[in-house]
């Protein structure tokens, strides 16, 4: 065998060829190595879609080219040779962008845009495919792209233009794009224009009409014609480290497969990447088996299919869709099963490069593929060569796995084919999967569950296969042997049935996986699901029509979203106008520039490892803290947690410097540790700081009370999974200066903090920030360290040193939202008032104290929810435990302390049998009264945002349909919640509330702004703009912004608290004015002259055309807040009782936004942060081991409150803060579940209170449901055993 040693591929339409490439190397380490930074890193490990790119290839056989959407950080980047692979760099670009480019832009799809291309590329690839999606095929081309601001409704929309079923008018081309006003958002038929469900709604809208540019599927970039005639050679490349081999037919591989026994193969590298990066495994030899014609192909035998072991999910659902066509109905039954599993396999992207036979060999205890190959009795096909000749062996799926990663496999023998049987008249096939997400997650478990009736319904023949309930995936004999002979339909037999499930799946308490009471509940689940599904298809018996109403799965319809908002009072021309983000386009393109993607400064020159510095190389100092001074940038004598930094290595390339960083052997004393919040109040573990907060007399009102109840409400913590992780670039200058890029959201703190660890003056660094890829208050304290240890690194090395955080770094080394205990006692009158609330908050606050006091006190700030309660004593405890050091999330402790508020509302209505509603408005503030911390609430009109969402939500006559619906249906559960918030906007630091700005006029009439504030993705800067274009008057194009750097601006706080534009734009709109009053005396003599003329008079005159603009908040003293912002929501919920599933059928959201800045923006803020906080309260759940890791709504409905007296709003344009609060209307969802709970847990007899600590994962309302199968799979906790794993 000859080998080819160069790589030879298309990129964007241009020929590449690269001598013996580095087998390691993956497609996105090479596109970004070639300056080609739009394709984004945002978890390496296929799991968030920001590194979507496309790769189209000509099938000969087929005379067809495909394209698919792939995951760039898995795929090799040697598996692409004779394949044209297109970036987001390919498609578009700002000045001529694809039309999803620009829809996405302008429909307000991109906030802080480091998933943008991602979304991007993965709709240019299935338009690739099919120009004509349907909307539900738009939809779902997004399963592997994750989005952490939009709350993805835009983007939906966006997608939904290009599907042929929907409403969108794309042929009026317009080359200006020129908006229109009130004429919805573009769609000639917009749900915008439409009034909700077809009834008349008196509210206005004002989303601007853009004739988007036509999409033509003719106009895309062709398939390269040289590649139609590409002839695939074996390649063969090497480095030092390992081997890499392509053959291109099976003889070829199966000979090197003999000369290299041990060498592993490489199809979709799914599993392996994954092994190679995060496991620390090393392969010598691999040989890519991606491009050999005979493991993908297929066929369709008399009695069964054949198909490639190589071939890809992707492919193999394509055919068995045609499969199903081909054969006979009794015929198809494991086809149909797979073909459902399968749509729930991983992700688009993962589906598209991962094969049959890397699935089958990783045997993975939660593959969706296994159970149904086990179930149908496939039969695999293994060769190996033999001489010269192939040899094939088959051999039964029931055979081929032998213990745990192993199989039946010669070391020279490769799968080759599957062959999956028909299913014969009277076998029923269907496959079960339950996990976390609905997509694009692992099966908690999951089943493939086959059986054979005769024509009496008697069991013939049964096969129960379960994965996740052990290292593999197993059968479960004993059923399969009880049911055998047994007659299927009859309830004891079903009831005998589930007894002897549970007895097989015996798992411990300390089981690895957890969740013993849960899996057991699921295997019987899906038996019981089964059972009446089979008696429904084989016309067993009528079903109950409670039964019949119940099965299958939760499915989900298209979403739809609608925002009814208010005209923005007359008098602005440009801001309160839905300017899109303006830097959307370039971020819909791949323009924008994060800091990982800004061009490789002269660095290191030679190879290798360049140092390592800890603590005693730090030459300032090594320590700092906001409150307390505990928090090292390297550890010094002791490390208080899992991922404590104790060292910098630095080296020419991040490579390198993983590599060596594995490498270093570190010995631990392991000392006595606290995770828990439990733990930290057993051994008095807290911060030394205790913030109170108290008002009358508490015991006083007790006593005056008629009911005192006593809870406790708990929540765990969240992830901020911003997209960008935390990176920075130090470059070193001269004279000890230094230029610091990073993704902080507190530029001026990081210019501080870098200047103390090193010893210099403030005055030798700047700080600057362009953009940051999300941010979420993770980026706040969280980014110093990092900074300053980069910078350590900087100022040995006296070279540019950069360093971008891998996801699984970040999460281990930067902390999360806080868990929360709260332990409440309340009093109350029998009419319903609250007189007493005397409530202990307790915080998780982790190995050191970052912010968590201050923390601990907003969210002490926050606990009268929105209720006057004259007798009030707050605590807070921050626990000093050693998990990582908790730290701001957007909400900053009040979502928690909301949460654990609200459960006591609902709580003590429950017990006092009354609705908690009438509770809510018998308590609600009222204007004039006085909070806990002695602010006047003004401006009031929470009721009447309460009473507006309960009108539109038609909420007296949903509560009805629900209760009906619960009466038809024994395992779905539907549940309701309203609940409202009030969120003091500003930061509980006095000296915070502050900013600076500095706006320059240049003499050809354009305007350079500048402020203190970051650019996060909320769309600060376009609202900036839009502010200094209406003061200054003239048009917003005129109008740029550079970067926030703190050599230009100062007086500067974090970009938190929601209060970004309040600050800033007051700065902003300050420095205008100066110049305004500077420019009048031109104005007025010159009216009819332009800009240009009137500033270039001024500047002949030696006006200053620069102006600082200040700005601290106004009286606060008595008042800690400048005004509040209030908001309301409703919301419905599906679940299904037997696996805990649910769904969010509707919301409808209501926020009180002032007289908003930007429509368009605000909308986005409240769609991301709801969808955050349904994140934190559903399926975001952080577990840590005991010694020491989209679902939005289907119907999704926002209204502004219009009624405010925004005159009185102390404000900048009288606008509100919207950032934060609707995150904490999140748990509206948890409190609907909790109500879905009740109406399952009331037909089971059980009518206590439910109560368990949010996340509300499917784990947790299924033990909820506490049905007869959950009492019967319980798993005690024995003597000595432990969790598998905790929440914190
Ligand atoms: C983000 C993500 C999500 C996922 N979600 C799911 C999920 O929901 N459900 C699920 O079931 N799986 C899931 N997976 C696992 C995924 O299905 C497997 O990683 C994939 O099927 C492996 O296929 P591959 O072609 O990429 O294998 P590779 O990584 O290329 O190879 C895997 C193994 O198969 C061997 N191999 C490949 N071809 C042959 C052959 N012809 N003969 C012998 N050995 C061979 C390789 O040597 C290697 O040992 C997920 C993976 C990722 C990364
Ligand atoms: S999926 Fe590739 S970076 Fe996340
Ligand atoms: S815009 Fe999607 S993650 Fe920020």
């Known amino acids: 065998m000859t080998f080819r040693n160069k790589l030879c591929f298309y990129l964007n339409g241009t020929s590449v060829e690269i001598d013996n490439p580095d087998p390691d190397a993956t497609l996105l380490n090479y596109v970004r190595s070639i300056g080609l930074t739009g394709t984004k890193l945002g978890c390496g490990e296929g799991g968030c879609g920001s590194c979507t790119i496309m790769i189209s290839s000509y099938d000969r056989t087929l005379d067809k080219i495909s394209h698919i959407s792939a995951n760039a950080c898995l795929t090799p980047l040697c598996s692409v040779d004779g394949k044209h692979v297109i970036t987001i760099e390919g498609i578009g670009n700002v000045k001529n962008p694809h039309p999803i480019q620009e829809r996405l832009a302008l429909l307000h799809g991109s906030q802080c845009g480091f998933c943008t291309p991602g979304f991007v590329m993965s709709l240019y690839s299935l338009l690739r495919n099919n120009p004509n999606p349907s909307e539900e095929e738009a939809e779902a081309c997004f399963d592997g792209n994750l989005c952490r601001c ?115 193969l490489v199809s979709g590298n799914t599993r392996i990447g994954i092994e190679t990066k995060f496991e620390n495994i090393k392969y010598d030899v691999r040989i890519y088996v991606g491009d050999i014609p005979e493991l993908k192909s ?50 688009n992207q993962i589906r598209n490069i991962s094969t049959l036979a890397g699935n089958i060999i990783a045997n993975s205890s939660t593959s969706d593929l296994i159970p149904l190959i086990l179930s149908s009795k496939s039969i695999f096909s293994l060769s190996s060569i033999q001489s010269t000749s192939i040899k ?132 019987i689940g899906f038996i019981n699901k089964f059972w009446y599904e089979v008696i429904k298809s084989a016309n067993i018996t009528a079903l109950s029509p409670d039964i019949e109403t119940s099965l299958g799965e939760i499915k989900r319809s298209v979403s739809k979203g609608s925002q009814t908002i208010g005209r923005p009072e007359k008098g602005n021309k440009i801001v309160g106008k839905p300017i899109s983000h303006v830097s959307g386009m370039k971020q819909t393109t791949g323009e924008a520039v994060y800091v990982d993607d800004m061009p490789r400064i002269e660095a290191l020159n030679v190879p290798g490892v360049k140092g390592f510095f800890s603590a005693k190389d730090v030459p300032g100092k090594n320590c700092w803290g906001l409150v307390l001074p505990d928090e090292e940038i390297f550890a010094s004598k002791e490390v208080f947690f899992v991922g404590q930094a104790i060292g910098l290595i630095v080296a020419e390339t991040k490579k390198i410097a993983q590599e060596a960083k594995d490498l270093v052997k570190i010995e631990y004393e392991e000392l006595p540790h606290i995770i828990t919040i439990d733990e930290a109040i057993e051994q008095n573990s807290y911060y030394p700081v205790t913030p109170q907060l108290a008002r009358g007399d508490v015991e006083k009102g007790f006593q005056e009370s008629d009911y005192i109840f006593e809870g406790e409400a708990r929540s765990g913590a969240q992830e901020h999974f911003y997209m960008e992780t935390n990176t920075v670039l130090v470059i070193p200058k001269e004279d000890d200066e230094f230029e610091v890029h990073s993704s902080t959201q507190n530029p001026t703190s990081v210019q501080t903090r870098i200047a103390e660890t090193l010893g210099i003056p403030a005055n030798k660094i700047v700080s600057r920030v362009k953009r940051v890829g999300g941010g979420f208050g993770g980026k706040e304290t969280k980014s110093f360290n990092i900074s300053s240890a980069i910078a350590v690194g900087a100022w040995h090395l006296r070279k540019p040193v950069r360093c971008m955080l891998d996801r699984n770094e970040d999460i281990i080394i930067t902390g999360q939202r806080h868990p929360f205990l709260g332990r409440w006692k309340v009093g ?200 200094a274009s209406e003061a200054l008057d003239v048009p917003l194009n005129t109008v740029h912004l550079m970067e926030s750097a703190t050599n230009i601006v100062i007086n500067a706080s974090p970009t938190a608290g929601s209060t970004g534009s309040d600050l800033n734009g007051f700065a902003v709109h300050n420095a205008c004015k100066i110049l305004v009053e500077r420019l009048k005396p031109y104005r007025e003599k010159m009216p009819d002259k332009s800009f240009q003329e009137i500033v270039s008079a001024a500047y002949h005159d030696r006006v200053n055309l620069s102006a600082n603009g200040f700005y601290k908040t106004p009286d606060l003293g008595e008042n800690i807040f400048p005004y509040f912002t209030t908001g309301a929501a409703y919301t419905e919920v599906e679940i299904d009782t037997l696996t805990g599933d649910h769904t969010i059928l509707r919301t409808d959201l209501c926020m009180d936004i002032g007289r908003s800045l930007n429509y368009a923006i605000d909308v986005g803020q409240i769609e991301g942060a709801f969808i955050q906080g349904i994140g934190w309260c559903t399926n975001e759940e952080t577990l840590h081991f005991p010694n020491g890791s989209l679902d939005i709504p289907q119907d999704f409905r926002i209204y502004t409150y219009e009624g405010a007296k925004t005159s009185k709003i102390n404000s900048i344009h009288s606008s509100k803060g919207i950032g934060e609060p609707p995150l904490l209307l999140g748990s509206n969802v948890y409190f609907a579940i909790r109500e879905a709970i009740k109406a399952a847990r009331k037909c089971n007899d059980n009518n206590t209170p439910v109560a368990f600590r949010i996340p509300a994962t499917p784990e947790k309302i299924r033990i909820a449901c506490d049905d007869e199968i959950v009492r019967k799979c319980k798993t005690e906790k024995k003597d000595g055993e432990v969790p598998w794993v905790i929440e914190p």
């Open 828 to 1027: 109350l009158t029998k009419e319903g008032k609250i007189l007493a609330y005397d409530l202990k908050l307790y915080l998780n606050s982790g190995g050191t104290s970052d912010m968590s006091i201050i923390i601990a006190n907003c969210a002490l700030q926050a606990s009268d929810g929105c209720y006057y309660i004259p007798n009030v004593q707050f605590v807070g405890y921050p626990c000093k435990t050693n998990i990582h050091s908790h730290t701001a999330f957007r909400g900053f402790g009040k979502p928690q302390a909301v949460f654990v508020t609200e459960s006591m509302m609902i709580d003590a209505a429950e017990r006092m049998g009354i609705d908690v509603d009438e509770l809510r408005e018998k308590n609600f503030y009222m204007e004039g009264q006085k909070t806990p911390y002695n602010q006047t609430v003004e401006n009031w009109c929470l009721p009447s945002v309460y009473q507006q969402v309960k009108e539109f939500s038609e909420f007296e006559k949903r509560k009805k349909e629900v209760e009906e619906f619960n009466s038809n249906n024994k395992w779905r559960k539907r549940g309701l919640a309203l609940m409202p918030i009030m969120f003091g906007i500003g930061f509980p630091l006095p000296f915070l509330n502050q900013a600076g700005a500095l706006v320059h006029i240049y003499t050809d009439g354009s305007v350079l702004i500048s402020h203190g504030g970051v650019e996060i993705g909320q769309g600060l800067n376009t609202k900036m703009l839009q502010i």
């Open 298 to 347: 297929w066929e369709f035998k008399e009695d069964g299919l054949i198909l490639g072991a190589n071939m890809t999910i992707s492919h193999v659902q394509t055919v068995l869709k045609e499969a199903c066509n081909y054969y006979k109905p009794h015929q198809i039954q494991t086809f149909e099963a797979l073909s459902e599993s399968l749509k729930r396999l991983a992700t």
């Open 392 to 523: 094939s062996r088959p051999i039964p799926s029931i055979s081929f796995w032998t213990g745990y990663n192993q199989d039946c496999r010669e070391s020279s023998e490769i799968l080759e084919k599957i062959y999956i049987p028909c299913s014969n008249h009277g076998q029923y096939v269907r496959a079960y999967k339950q996990s976390k997400r609905h997509y694009g997650d692992r099966a908690i478990v999951n089943a493939g569950l086959s059986i054979s009736l005769d024509h009496n319904a008697h069991v013939q023949e049964a096969c129960f296969a379960f994965g996740g309930m052990s290292g593999a995936v197993v059968r479960a004999p004993n059923s399969e042997n009880f049911i055998v002979g047994k007659k299927w339909g009859e309830e004891d037999v079903l009831k005998q049935l589930n007894e002897i499930l549970c007895e097989e799946f015996q798992l411990s308490f300390s089981v690895t996986g957890g969740m013993a009471t849960y899996r057991k509940t699921l295997v």
């Open 150 to 264: 939009t709350g993805y409704r835009p983007i939906l929309d966006a997608a939904k233009t290009f599907a042929n079923n929907s409403c969108v008018e794309t042929d009026g081309l317009d080359e200006n794009h020129e908006p229109q006003e009130n004429l919805g958002c573009g769609k000639a038929d917009c749900c915008k224009l439409k009034n909700i469900d077809n009834a008349d709604t008196t509210f206005n809208h004002n989303f601007s009409q853009i004739n988007f540019k036509k999409y033509d599927s003719t106009q895309e970039l062709i398939f390269p014609p040289s590649l139609m005639k590409y002839v695939p050679e074996p390649l063969h490349f090497s480095s030092n480290k390992t081997k890499w081999f392509r053959p291109v037919n099976l003889n070829q591989l199966l000979s090197l497969k003999a000369e290299y026994p041990n060498a592993v």
